[in-house]
């Protein structure tokens, strides 16, 4: 029998988080990510499936830990994949090295290999003494491009100090921005760099140097040279820029391939199969109070010279779709075999899908077509240009699971377009449980369109409509989508409807609808997501006198500047949010002179007055909604000394307010925080709109003094 969700389905979890396909498409091995038995954290396996769907799917390794990045060798016989799970195990067994004792805390992801072709145990290759972040196999299958922060292959040995010396310094001396980063922590002395490793041995080689971030390896298709994104350039914590380099295996000649001088960011290289060419993703040329969208760009390996393949297209080539269930997941461009024609993601309408370009003619072509997201797409050449893509798969009814589907070699003709097969089941224990669909809803505000999207509580009706609560998505450029969320399916559950919708400034629609918000964080978005509430007030679906409204990050900033400019809500919920743009442009891991510059086309020292009159906390003073404040402590995007601020105004005036602390949790809570607060937080933010929503009381919850 069907029954509603509960909070604590969760824990149920089971997210394929990256997939690889095998050489010849056959088979497609993805990593899953699940909740730890005592719920206070993951453990993620490696599994595998046919691409023909004939079988089901099957775990590979058992995950006692973390077994991530799987990726196949050029001849489909080995899986190499990233795992700490030496940190569990007893010398020499279970195929760790012989007199390996147990890991450090630093050092103990390492690259492991597993037979395939052959069968049998997965075995520890590097030995790195820091831990290895990503890898990539050369096309010859004898060596793999790693990257770690490592510079040697010693241990950094530490000089003994005596019982009289005292303690160690632990000051931190911090010359630069950009010396923290939300989750991980402080980076200032983090720069990671390509190693070559050889396949069997395990033997490592340092490939770059110096005090940079250097990332992605991608093997040209000859083995000669490998593409990296890093920021090798003067004063990098003064920008956001990144661009792609090539490094010659042989002699470690590094060369800049992106060349330009001005605001840029690359990333995602893709090597062209004659090598001639790197794709990439990434925008050029930023200017004052612009967001430009990142486009899908080649560059010509021999000079660099740089063709936007999508110009004119007007599609967002790095869009990230909100989601309560994975984190952000990063794109890449694919070639297929023939060369002729690039492959991407990019949302439209609130879907996101897969596009392919033809390089020469740029010709663009829409391969799939439906309400879901399409997450995570890789992509294999087949015989005669054909080829194979395989993503995860979500919509707003289902959990993300892992697709495949074909995509022929020549032009797509009418309506034609590439069917996906669905090849793994992670998600049956949900299948019991009663979603309800969205509704998409369209609405005109100030001449542009806003796309929305309606959860029905199960017993609104016209005659008797359900109280409502607004969400807001976080970014601002982001977008809500097909995608399913399950803080909106626990409202409706708890007989509440969600209305949600892409104000201006959201992506997938457009580079102007995505600058709408430009010096206007405030204003113009409450519009937006205002007009589609009373779109739904006008048609009867909601209660307009039972409103809520939420948001995490940039959706908290403006749940915090709506209550401070209406009373129309009855309860209201800022999460992570922004309050002061003034000290959340100074401090953080965006702290520092681009993002105010971005997106309000001055810094906050050239013009303090106008930071101050859009920062929600300016007008903390008129909020009479009651406003449950959420953050977490280890915030470092937007620090929790935003909450503190608005906490201290609205008390201090004896507001109804409460401050709701979240400790250990960074700004990722709900995405991809400790599991049993994800519960916690997805319970007490049901709580306090049914409390006000529902029940209709007007004073503060009581607080359960045995809760903790």
């Known amino acids: 029998m069907a029954r509603a969700p509960r909070p604590e389905d969760l824990y149920d979890l089971r997210i394929p988080t990256d997939l690889d396909l095998s050489p010849d498409g056959q088979f497609v091995v993805f990593s899953v990510k699940s909740v730890a038995p005592g719920k206070d954290g993951y453990r993620t396996s490696l599994w595998l499936a046919p691409a023909d769907g004939s079988t089901p799917a099957r775990q590979l390794t058992v995950g006692s830990r973390s077994d991530t990045t799987p990726r196949w060798s050029p001849d489909g016989t080995r899986i190499a994949f990233l795992s700490d799970r030496s940190a569990v195990l007893q010398a020499g067994g279970g195929g760790a090295k012989a007199g390996k004792a147990e890991a450090p805390k630093e050092g103990g992801t390492q690259v492991w290999i597993l037979p395939f072709a052959a069968g049998g145990e997965a075995r520890q290759l590097t030995e790195l003494p820091k831990n290895v972040e990503g ?12 990257v770690s922060t490592a510079d040697t292959t010693e241990t950094e040995r530490k000089p003994e100090r005596k019982p009289e010396d005292g303690p160690a310094p632990d000051t931190r001396l911090i010359d630069t921005l950009s ?73 470690g000649a590094v060369r800049q391939l992106s060349t330009g001088r001005g605001k840029q960011a690359w990333g995602a290289p893709s090597w062209s199969p004659d090598g001639r060419w790197v794709a990439a993703i990434g925008t050029r040329d930023w200017r004052r109070g612009e967001l430009p969208q990142a486009s899908v760009w080649r560059f010509r390996t021999r000079d660099g010279e740089a063709e ?36 991407f993601a990019a949302p439209v309408d609130g879907s996101f899908e897969l596009w392919r370009v033809e390089v020469d003619g740029r010709r663009l072509e829409r391969l799939t077509r439906d309400r879901h997201y399409l997450a995570r797409p890789t992509l294999v050449g087949l015989p005669r240009g054909s080829a194979r893509l395989a993503a995860v798969q979500a919509t707003g009814t289902r959990a993300p699971e892992v697709v495949v589907g074909d995509v022929p070699a020549g032009r797509l003709s009418g309506n034609d377009r590439v069917e996906l097969r669905q090849i793994s089941d992670l998600m049956a224990t949900w299948s019991d449980v009663k979603l309800v669909a969205p509704v998409e809803r369209w609405h005109e505000v100030d001449g542009h369109r806003v796309q929305g999207w309606f959860i029905s509580a199960p017993a609104n009706t016209k005659r008797n409509p359900a109280p409502v609560v607004l969400e807001i998505h976080g970014g601002p450029a982001t977008l809500y989508g097909w995608s399913l969320m399950w803080e909106w399916q626990q409202l409706a559950a708890s007989g509440i409807s969600v209305y949600a919708c892409n104000p201006r400034g959201s992506q997938g629609y457009g580079e102007a609808f995505l600058n709408g918000n430009v010096q206007d964080w405030g204003e113009g978005p409450m519009r937006d997501v205002m007009a589609g509430l009373d779109s739904l007030i006008t048609d009867g679906l909601v209660d307009g006198d039972r409103m809520g409204v939420t948001g995490g990050s940039y959706g908290g900033y403006l749940t915090s500047w709506i209550v401070g400019h209406t009373d129309r809500f009855k309860a209201a919920v800022t999460c992570r949010s922004v309050n002061d743009l003034i000290s959340q442009m100074l401090s953080g891991d965006i702290g520092g002179p681009v993002f105010g510059m971005l997106v309000y086309g001055v810094h906050p020292w050239e013009d303090w007055d106008l930071y101050h009159r859009h920062s929600p906390l300016t007008y903390a003073t008129e909020v009479t909604t009651p406003l449950l404040i959420q953050h977490s402590e280890r915030d470092l995007r937007c620090t929790i000394t935003q909450a503190e601020e608005l906490f201290a105004v609205l008390r201090s005036l004896r507001k109804t307010v409460r401050l709701m602390r979240v400790p250990d949790e960074t700004h990722e809570l709900t995405r991809s925080g400790t599991p049993f607060r994800r519960v916690d937080n997805l319970r007490l933010i049901d709580e306090w709109f049914r409390h006000f929503l529902v029940e209709g009381k007007t004073r503060m919850p009581r607080i359960d003094p045995n809760r903790g």
């Open 135 to 146: 890898l990539d196999w050369a096309p010859d299958g004898r060596r793999l491009a790693v």
């Open 179 to 251: 010396y923290q980063f939300n989750g991980a922590g402080f980076v200032q002395e983090r720069f990671t760099r390509l190693w070559l490793v050889d396949a069997e041995s395990g033997a490592g080689e340092l490939l770059t140097r110096g005090n940079h971030h250097d990332a992605d390896p991608q093997w040209s298709p000859d083995g000669r040279q490998i593409a990296f994104v890093s920021d090798r350039h003067p004063n990098p914590d003064l920008s956001w820029r990144s661009d792609i380099y090539l490094v010659d295996v042989r002699g």
């Open 308 to 343: 936007n393949l999508i110009d004119g297209t007007d599609l967002e080539a790095a869009g990230a779709m909100s989601s309560d269930l994975m984190g952000g997941l990063p794109l890449r461009p694919w070639w297929m075999a023939d060369g002729r024609w690039v492959a």
